[in-house]
């Protein structure tokens, strides 16, 4: 029991005092990136595969 006492103990030290936080300035703007990159991805792919689908439809009423 000492063991996972002992483990318990370092782990919580660790998470305060090796880990390096990020400031919420940071945490936001890197969340703004990430659901910007994800809409234009979206939008990219969605955009690919309507013009697939138009260029299959022309394909297949030939």
């Given at each position: 029991?000492?063991?996972?006492?002992?483990?318990?103990?370092?782990?919580?030290?660790?998470?305060?005092?090796?880990v390096?936080?990020?400031?919420?300035?940071?945490?936001?703007?890197?969340?703004?990136?990430?659901?910007?990159?994800?809409?234009?991805?979206?939008?990219?792919?969605?955009?690919?595969?309507?013009?697939?689908?138009?260029?299959?439809?022309?394909?297949?009423?030939?």
């Amino acid at each position: 029991m000492k063991k996972v006492i002992d483990f318990i103990n370092l782990s919580y030290q660790e998470m305060f005092t090796k880990v390096n936080w990020p400031t919420g300035a940071n945490l936001t703007n890197q969340t703004t990136l990430v659901l910007v990159a994800s809409i234009i991805f979206a939008l990219l792919i969605g955009i690919m595969d309507f013009g697939f689908e138009s260029l299959l439809k022309v394909f297949y009423n030939l």
